[in-house]
């Protein structure tokens, strides 16, 4: 309480803007994720690394937009590629030059994305994902995962869908259990290789082989949601493990920060879009092919996040996530995640599914969460990190030091 007084009294223009805003978006708000008491942070600009919120704050930003601004807030290659977009015209209302080297350079990097069709989220990906799936398969089932976030549709926890998903007929199984049941009934297995929201718990080896074998022997296509995880190398995390998705989903960074999303996988299953078939189905979409994304887009992934970068990139997060686990060290908290992707999680062991990650206590979180603004460092409210490419050695000092002050303001608590 005291934490959420000393920050309200820190930022009136927060307030005002966040009241103002509630006369059209409910709460003042449009994206759930960024709300939290007492009111969330009206943020004004970004550059580099760094944004300013409406009071004047600076803040290291190691959100990372939830992964998707790994390119940071003004990537010289990327607002060169948009502005050269917009010098083009926009709304062409037909096929430009990008949409088909933007594939191919994902393909390239993906190869199980044989085929591939754009849409402008990761949420809409796994919706037709999920759609090709039960008509390729001709059956109903889906198993997803406690704690999987697939989309605003498409969210899993504490063991029940939520109120606005898709009505699949779901099966929500615990993560990380390699034992698993699959059976014929099942069109597809929708997982994320880490949960990512669910706290950037990885998913183990065995477990993810486990599905794969089990969705073959059974007949349903097993979908990697890598709208997070493509970032951890250039081929995503499927490249790490060796694993071969029938489908894949991407998102986030891949669309150079603009609105982005693709489904692909086998040719077989993804060549029924072909729309020169007879027997072709259909996937129409205004701004499948806006040319913001797929400028930014292609020149992101093919003059900025080369596999040399992605590389380097992840590795920073490694080094930084040993540094941070030495901290707490025999305190109940610890940082989880591959590469890039941290979280906190204020428990003694590291946890394994998102029913271990909740036993954690949620003020704990919140308290690191506005202690570190005060730091000046902008983590996401449930402790989460990405890091962009603009995050150097001198933000991650910063960020070590600042969750060193953190425990240590609280040694004989924690
Ligand atoms: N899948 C995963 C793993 C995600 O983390 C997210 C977003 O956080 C989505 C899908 C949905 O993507 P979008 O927010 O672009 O709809």
């Not at 998707?68 to 709304?91: E, K, T």
Request: charged share 20%; hydrophobic share 40%.
């Amino acid at each position: 309480a005291e934490a959420r007084e000393r920050y309200a009294g820190k930022n009136p223009k927060s307030r005002e803007r966040y009241e103002a805003a509630a006369a059209a978006l409910p709460g003042g708000n449009t994206r759930s994720v960024l709300y939290h008491p007492p009111f969330p942070l009206g943020i004004v600009r970004g550059e580099g690394c760094r944004v300013w919120d409406a009071d004047g704050h600076e803040y290291v930003n190691l959100v990372g937009e939830y992964t998707a601004g790994l390119y940071g807030h003004s990537h010289p290659v990327i607002m060169a590629a948009v502005r050269r977009a917009l010098d083009d015209g926009i709304n062409l209302s037909g096929h430009t030059m990008l949409e088909g080297p933007f594939a191919a350079a994902i393909s390239a990097r993906i190869p199980s994305m044989e085929l591939l069709r754009f849409t402008n989220s990761g949420t809409e990906a796994n919706t037709l994902a999920l759609a090709t799936a039960t008509l390729h398969t001709g059956r109903r089932k889906v198993l997803v995962f406690d704690g999987g976030y697939h989309g605003s549709v498409l969210s899993f926890h504490g063991g029940h869908g939520d109120p606005l998903n898709l009505p699949h007929e779901f099966v929500i199984a615990t993560y990380n259990d390699p034992d698993v049941d699959i059976t014929d009934e099942y069109a597809a297995v929708l997982v994320e290789p880490v949960l990512g929201s669910g706290g950037c718990i990885p998913g183990t080896p065995e477990f993810l082989t486990a599905l794969r074998r089990k969705a073959t022997e059974h007949g349903a296509l097993l979908i990697f949601d890598e709208v997070m995880t493509s970032r951890l190398s250039a081929g995503g995390r499927q490249a790490l493990l060796g694993i071969t998705p029938d489908l894949t989903t991407i998102g986030k960074y891949i669309g150079g920060g603009m609105s982005f999303g693709a489904f692909g996988g086998r040719r077989d299953v993804m060549e029924r879009f072909d729309p020169s078939r007879p027997d072709a189905v259909a996937h129409p979409g205004t701004f499948n092919n806006n040319v913001l994304t797929m400028s930014a887009g292609l020149a992101g992934l093919t003059e900025v996040y080369t596999p040399a970068a992605a590389v380097a990139l992840n590795a920073r997060g490694d080094a930084l996530r040993e540094r941070l686990n030495a901290l707490t060290a025999g305190l109940p908290a610890h940082f989880s995640g591959i590469g890039s992707m941290l979280a906190v999680h204020f428990l003694s062991e590291p946890p394994t599914n998102a029913a271990a990650a909740d036993g954690a206590d949620p003020r704990l979180r919140e308290l690191f969460f506005l202690d570190l603004l005060e730091r000046g460092i902008h983590v996401a409210r449930r402790g989460m990190v990405a890091l962009s490419l603009a995050v150097g050695d001198t933000e991650c000092d910063q960020f070590t030091a600042a969750v060193e002050a953190f425990l240590a303001d609280r040694r004989g608590f924690l």
